[in-house]
């Protein structure tokens, strides 16, 4: 039986006073399953993002539960919640945020330090394909290998769930799939659960769950019985 690893009940969100005020989540309730690849799909403005910093611990809540194995974060005070930043979670974001001035390999070293359980760094590089490169600076690899860094310094942590906003955002078509096999890769080696926000809709047939955000809305919570292969895609 699949064990749940991620479960959110009536969350909700807004910003504004008065007249400004938006309601950006309208009580979102789902789960995820231990070890899922999860897609959420919507418009620019559907409340994505802010579900996604809900879910890291970026931002309060307004109302409702989020639960991340076991542990409630509407309930943690704030220096709990650095700590569980550290010890559960993984960041992947469009822009690739590397500290320019260090190494491939010191990028993701930085990281290893927040961690009480860090992977290893000599596997990790060789299982992106950073092996190679693990000495060069971000200016001279390309933006798929730097996004493969960014992905490395969220691993290194051994994280629970890995967020990913936009991660093939800036990327071309054919960098943007080695990416999602990368994902699926890191998905099967790691067995972490990882949660991908995406305008991509094609993305959708690789992941296991479907979520869907209209207006604040959940409108779409499925499961696909098939998986496509990320370099199967087509968009």
């Not at 309930?75 to 550290?86: F, H, I, Q």
């Amino acid at each position: 039986m699949a064990e749940t690893f991620l479960s959110i009940n009536d969350l909700r969100k807004h910003y504004g006073e008065g007249e400004a005020r938006l309601e950006v989540l309208r009580g979102i309730t789902t789960s995820l399953d231990k070890g899922e690849i999860c897609v959420l799909l919507g418009p620019s403005g559907s409340g994505k993002s802010t579900f996604l910093n809900l879910v890291g611990g970026l931002e309060p809540v307004d109302s409702g539960t989020i639960d991340v194995n076991g542990v409630e974060l509407t309930a943690l005070s704030d220096k709990d919640l650095v700590e569980y930043r550290r010890r559960e979670l993984g960041f992947v974001f469009q822009f690739y945020n590397l500290v320019g001035d260090l190494t491939v390999q010191e990028n993701i070293e930085v990281c290893e330090y927040l961690s009480s359980n860090p992977l290893p760094i000599e596997p990790l590089l060789k299982s992106l394909g950073l092996w190679e490169h693990r000495k060069k600076f971000p200016h001279q690899i390309s933006g798929g290998q730097q996004q493969r860094c960014a992905i490395g310094r969220a691993l290194v942590k051994n994280p629970g769930l890995l967020l990913c906003d936009e991660p093939t955002g800036a990327l071309d078509y054919n960098t943007s799939k080695e990416i999602l096999e990368l994902m699926e890769q890191v998905n099967r080696e790691y067995a972490c659960t990882i949660v991908i926000v995406t305008h991509n809709d094609a993305i959708r047939h690789m992941a296991h769950r479907i979520l869907r955000l209209r207006d604040g809305l959940l409108v779409e919570d499925s499961r696909n019985e098939t998986l496509l292969p990320a370099r199967e895609l087509e968009w």
